[in-house]
């Protein structure tokens, strides 16, 4: 049975065994994430706020009630996909017409009310510092009224609320530690959509690692737009507002990683993501201390060109990105390392293009997430650059790119052949039923035999071969 199912169980049971009626009484829930693993993590608060209104939920959008789309909105393509998808649940509104659509997410908080006027068929906007008011907002819909509520916050982080973990494997799950960004990059919408950057009571956290280990999940994954911005001072206030007291009380990522290590050896936790200009050594000795802290980091770049990273506001310059990769390097010699690159950006040259391959070279990453430049409404760039590099100029880069990039995935891969992994059992391989599949600590994919070993067990993995970015091997 997969977990899915357990908790789609759990919800309709606690559902049917509460006596007074609840607002949502039983009915059907259809939520469908687009996005970042923040925007996953939000829909399973979203779930947990609609179970306590005794709602159940479902994987069929045309049984249910009520629809809810957490959406995203960091390029144009990804809105087109949301939009794409709205005009199918027009079908399951055509069959029942009670049916409540809610848009929740990064592009709800970006459009506001203009989405009612965009789309008739919705009638919910919410932002995602608003998810309490849902019951409220759901009401309001129920009666006829559309209902928006896209009111950021300062404060919020849903530390109280303990998350339905939806669609997992009951071994993985995502743990939020800070909401919004103070970045400003110039080219991302994330600021605009999540608000100002805060951190969580790291009890909470320590505590909702404890209860997942005590569920049977063996790994956590701590998420925030700028990991290593994470400070809880005690209630919001900002490092220099502290007293010398206050400050030496206050709580960094390095020392919130180390607690939530020490839940359990057999727990393992990954972050993401890193920011080059605030990732520290301190971060980076932490991770070699502990076996159970995973020995990869995924640091964006975006850009290996100064001039172009000057102009996007990152914070770093070449030099400084390739000082971070040698300390990593330094500190944990065998980290996995991945990036973000965004090609194409406002002016950027031929020359500048070719320094992002070298930097490329520099590094040999083990993974990429890859993108062509979209300009997004409101930003910096939108505001202060042209968004001048043609489209086909900008897909021929990114193709440059990726075939760098799949290339340094092999050697990467490659060398991990002959070696010994310590992979924690994800689940059966998709490819070959007699096979398991896992990750080891640098998160590289490893298939091995089955034999009598089960999702959430370690084993050790001797690689015996590989494709282009997973290793093959046995149990030794
Ligand atoms: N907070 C993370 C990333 C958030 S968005 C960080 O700072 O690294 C994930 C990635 O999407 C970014 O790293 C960037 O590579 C890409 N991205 C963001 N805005 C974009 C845009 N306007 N066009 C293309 N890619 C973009
Ligand atoms: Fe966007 Fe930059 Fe914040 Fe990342 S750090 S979310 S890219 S503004
Ligand atoms: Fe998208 Fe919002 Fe995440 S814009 S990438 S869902 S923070």
């Given amino acids: 049975m997969s977990e899915n199912k357990v908790i789609d169980e759990s ?3 606690e559902a049917l065994m509460i006596e007074a009626p609840l607002r949502g009484n039983g009915k059907k829930l259809f ?6 693993a923040m925007n996953f993590s939000d829909s399973e608060i979203v779930a947990s706020i609609l179970k306590d209104q005794g709602y159940t939920t479902t994987q069929n959008f045309f049984e249910a009630d009520v629809i809810f789309v957490n959406t995203c909105a960091i390029r144009e393509g990804a809105e087109q996909r949301v939009r794409q998808r709205l005009t199918e649940y027009k079908k399951a509104k055509k069959t029942n017409p009670d049916l409540i659509v809610g848009v929740l997410g990064c592009m709800a908080e970006r459009l506001k009310s203009k989405f009612l006027e965009e789309e008739k068929l919705v009638d919910i906007v919410v932002g995602p510092d608003a998810y309490r008011d849902l019951p409220n907002l759901l009401l309001s819909a129920e009666d006829g009224n559309k209902a928006v509520n896209v009111l950021l916050s300062k404060e919020e982080t849903y530390a109280d609320i303990t998350p339905v973990r939806l669609g997992g494997n009951g071994i993985n799950a995502f743990i939020s530690i800070t909401r919004g960004c103070d970045n400003m990059c110039a080219f991302c919408v994330v600021p605009f959509t999540r608000g100002r950057e805060r951190s969580r009571d790291p009890e909470t956290i320590v505590n909702e690692a404890k209860n997942l280990f005590s569920e049977g999940y063996r790994e956590v994954t701590l998420l925030g737009q700028n990991v290593d911005s994470y400070l809880w001072t005690g209630g919001g ?5 502290l007293s010398k007291e206050e400050q030496e009380n206050a709580t960094t990522f390095s020392q919130l990683l180390e607690r939530v290590a020490l839940v359990n050896p057999d727990l393992r936790v990954r972050f993401s993501t890193s920011h080059p200009k605030d990732m520290t050594d301190d971060v980076l000795y932490t991770i070699a201390k502990y076996e159970n802290i995973c020995s990869y980091i995924h640091l964006p770049v975006q850009s290996g060109n100064t001039r172009i990273l000057e102009m996007m506001n990152r914070g770093y310059t070449r030099e ?4 971070r990769i040698d300390a990593i390097r330094r500190i944990v010699p065998d980290a996995g390392i991945s990036m973000d690159i965004i090609t194409g950006f406002c002016s950027e040259t031929e020359e500048e293009h070719r320094d992002t391959l ?5 590094v040999q990453y ?3 997430y890859m993108f062509a430049y979209s300009e997004r409404p409101k930003t910096l760039a939108e505001r202060k650059y042209k968004d001048d590099v043609p489209a086909g100029v900008k897909s021929r880069r990114l193709a440059e790119i990726v075939d760098l ?4 995935s092999a050697i990467r891969t490659k060398q991990g052949v002959g070696k010994i992994h310590r992979v924690l059992v994800e689940g059966v391989s998709k490819k070959s039923a007699d096979k398991l599949f896992g990750r080891n600590s640098q998160s590289t994919v490893v298939v091995f035999p089955k034999e ?5 067990d370690y084993v050790n993995v001797l690689a015996e071969t590989c494709t282009g970015a997973t290793l093959i091997g046995k149990a030794v």
């Fill in 237 to 241: 206030l900002k490092k220099e507002n």
């Fill in 358 to 362: 070298s930097l490329m070279e520099a």
């Fill in 11 to 13: 919800i309709q049971g």
């Fill in 366 to 368: 083990d993974f990429g």
């Fill in 405 to 408: 990039q799949l290339k340094h």
């Fill in 31 to 36: 939520l469908e994430s687009y996005g970042c």
């Fill in 452 to 456: 009598n070993f089960k999702p959430g």
């Fill in 320 to 323: 400084w990105y390739l000082s």
